[in-house]
């Protein structure tokens, strides 16, 4: 685990880890926090924590009302749990260009069961791989595949093909510009990159 972590980030996801295992067993691969948390350019008062679980094989309706039992119940004992943004990917369905199917994902900490696209990208797998901090499970590079720098940028470029999202305040405006930013400056690099290092 990676000490720079705020304690209280290590600790929330270390709980968050520890509950999934009670809830899904063997079939738990890993627990993984990517995203700025694992760039080191987390920010407390605005950072979501993205987070991977890899599982073995797909997840079972009984899997699925635990898990959205778990998010409510882990949202309720830790309201900072709502900044958790990740997703449960079988491990025989991740690719370098995210997932091959639409997998089950949390956003803002409650658990969404059904998702109609895929949200998983070749820039979160290499994020997670290359920097992913592990709290349950091997190591990322052990369970996620390697991700070329050519892939990365097909990843932003798609991204940037989309509308951006509508920014009303200023600090939404803000963070639009800074996210524009650092997918200019990974199709430079061909690496995940952070909103600091685009700025």
Same mark, same amino acid.
């Given at each position: 685990?990676?000490?720079?972590?705020?304690?209280?980030?290590?600790?929330?996801?270390?709980?968050?880890?520890?509950?999934?295992?009670?809830?899904?067993?063997?079939?738990?691969?890993?627990?993984?926090?990517?995203?700025?948390?694992?760039?080191?350019?987390?920010?407390?008062?605005?950072?979501?924590?993205?987070?991977?679980?890899?599982?073995?094989?797909?997840?079972?309706?009984?899997?699925?009302?635990?898990?959205?039992?778990?998010?409510?119940?882990?949202?309720?004992?830790?309201?900072?749990?709502?900044?958790?943004?990740?997703?449960?990917?079988?491990?025989?369905?991740?690719?370098?260009?995210?997932?091959?199917?639409?997998?089950?994902?949390?956003?803002?900490?409650?658990?969404?069961?059904?998702?109609?696209?895929?949200?998983?990208?070749?820039?979160?797998?290499?994020?997670?791989?290359?920097?992913?901090?592990?709290?349950?499970?091997?190591?990322?590079?052990?369970?996620?595949?390697?991700?070329?720098?050519?892939?990365?940028?097909?990843?932003?470029?798609?991204?940037?093909?989309?509308?951006?999202?509508?920014?009303?305040?200023?600090?939404? &405006?803000?963070?639009?510009?800074?996210?524009?930013?650092?997918?200019?400056?990974?199709?430079?690099?061909?690496?995940?990159?952070?909103?600091? &290092?685009?700025?």
């Amino acid at each position: 685990m990676d000490m720079s972590l705020p304690p209280d980030v290590a600790e929330l996801m270390q709980s968050f880890a520890s509950g999934l295992r009670r809830v899904l067993g063997g079939k738990l691969v890993g627990v993984y926090l990517g995203g700025s948390a694992s760039l080191g350019d987390y920010c407390a008062g605005s950072s979501d924590l993205d987070f991977l679980v890899v599982t073995d094989g797909r997840l079972s309706p009984a899997d699925l009302d635990a898990l959205a039992v778990f998010h409510r119940e882990f949202l309720t004992a830790h309201p900072s749990a709502g900044r958790l943004e990740g997703d449960y990917a079988p491990r025989e369905c991740i690719i370098p260009e995210g997932t091959t199917v639409p997998v089950p994902r949390c956003k803002r900490g409650a658990f969404v069961p059904e998702v109609d696209q895929v949200m998983l990208s070749a820039d979160n797998i290499c994020n997670m791989r290359e920097n992913g901090i592990a709290f349950y499970g091997p190591p990322p590079a052990e369970v996620l595949p390697p991700v070329s720098p050519d892939q990365v940028r097909a990843a932003v470029r798609a991204m940037l093909a989309e509308a951006p999202k509508p920014a009303q305040r200023p600090e939404e &405006q803000a963070d639009e510009l800074l996210d524009l930013l650092r997918s200019l400056c990974a199709l430079e690099t061909g690496k995940p990159t952070t909103k600091a &290092q685009g700025a």
